[in-house]
């Protein structure tokens, strides 16, 4: 399925629909905050979503990455994408959104 989801990057896959389905998975799972890289434009708060941005550098926490930038659409995002495609989504939210659970980072 990786391969289609690499074909299928930019509006293909991601209209920025899955924010309002992530707000639902935070709030059902009791997630304080989520730490976020969204392609989209709508706010946090306009879902009610407590978040601070996903940065470039291996982050812990609770994480959640739209497919455009763990799949690197942009070379904006190949920084931390590659790290964090090393590790097991917690889950997929709206089909465009993965939210990862990291509790210690990986040596490389």
Same mark, same amino acid.
């Given at each position: @399925?990786? /391969? ?10 991601? $209209?920025?629909?899955?924010? &309002?389905? *992530? =707000? +639902?998975?935070? +709030? ?7 730490? *976020? ?7 946090? %708060? ?13 982050? !812990?926490? @609770? *994480? =959640?990455?739209? %497919?455009?930038?763990? #799949? =690197?659409?942009?070379?904006? #995002?190949? &920084?931390?994408? =590659? $790290? *964090? ?8 939210? /709206? ?5 990862? &659970?990291?509790?210690?980072?990986? +040596? !490389?």
């Amino acid at each position: @399925m990786v /391969g289609g989801l690499r074909s299928l990057l930019d509006l293909s896959i991601d $209209w920025r629909q899955a924010l &309002k389905g *992530l =707000a +639902r998975f935070v +709030r059902d799972h009791d997630i304080g905050e989520i730490k *976020l890289s969204f392609f989209g434009v709508e706010e946090c %708060v306009y879902r009610s979503l407590r978040c601070q941005i996903l940065g470039c550098t291996p982050e !812990t926490g @609770m *994480l =959640a990455i739209s %497919v455009n930038h763990l #799949y =690197a659409l942009t070379l904006q #995002y190949a &920084k931390y994408s =590659a $790290w *964090l495609r090393g590790h097991d989504p917690l889950a997929r939210v /709206g089909g465009s959104i993965y939210v990862y &659970k990291i509790e210690r980072l990986r +040596r !490389t």
